[in-house]
T-cell receptor, first 111, second 116 residues
């Protein structure tokens, strides 16, 4: 079976740093994705991890530990426009399978 | 430019009606997917296709059917719509690409369907 867990909601202050965690238990593993989704809009790709470690892309970083079935998305210097849902997704096996999504974490950035 | 488009963007219909949602893409991707999104439930896979004429059921295919008659088009049908099919529907595409690549999924803008 596939199980992906992430917190339902988080609140953080403008200018601060926030970490959104994701844990997964899947039948296999071939990559973990983070997507951003503003309310009523399409998810957009943020990051991809397939090996252990940290991937940095501007204000956003994503970390993966395959042995722990754990990832986090780190958002620095938060801006109001970062208020959105953040979706963790796993590709369970090699490239021939669709992504399995967690339920998403709704982040609210407050002044 | 919109690489993945969906029509209609919004639709209100009545119980028992047949509804078709269309998805078109100009990305040249072989793989296409249909998801529905409900509050608190995240994105759930309905059907997916890896090539023309290839159709695979996802997690929640009951009450839905699909057609993939061209690489660029993947349509989703609700044969007899019911109120609990009220949701936001997303089409997505991906490219198998090179081994080790991310091959992320690209999403269309979504169709908001309401079944009364």
């Amino acid at each position: 079976g596939q199980n992906i867990d992430q917190p339902t909601e988080m609140t953080a202050t403008e200018g601060a740093i926030v970490q959104i965690n994701c844990t997964y238990q899947t039948s296999g593993f071939n990559g973990l994705f983070w997507y951003q989704q503003h309310a009523g809009e399409a998810p957009t790709f943020l990051s991809y991890n397939v090996l252990d470690g940290l991937e940095e892309k501007g204000r956003f970083s994503s970390f993966l530990s395959r042995s722990k079935g754990y990832s986090y998305l780190l958002l620095k210097e938060l801006q109001m426009k970062d208020s959105a849902s953040y979706l963790c997704a796993v590709r369970p096996i090699s490239g021939n399978t669709p992504l399995v999504f967690g339920k998403g974490t709704r982040l609210s950035v407050i002044a | 430019d919109a690489d993945v488009t969906q029509t209609p963007r919004n639709r209100i219909t009545k119980t028992g009606k047949r509804i078709m949602l269309e998805c078109s893409q100009t990305k040249g991707h072989d793989r296409m997917y249909w998801y529905r999104q409900d509050p608190g439930l995240g994105l759930r896979l309905i059907y997916y296709s890896f090539d023309v004429k290839d159709i695979n059921k996802g997690e929640i295919s009951d009450g839905y059917s699909v057609s993939r008659q061209a690489q660029a088009k993947f349509s989703l049908s609700l044969e007899s719509a019911i109120p609990n099919q009220t949701a936001l529907y997303f089409c997505a595409t991906s490219d198998p690409g090179l081994a080790g690549g991310s091959n992320e999924q690209f999403f269309g803008p979504g169709t908001r369907l309401t079944v009364l």
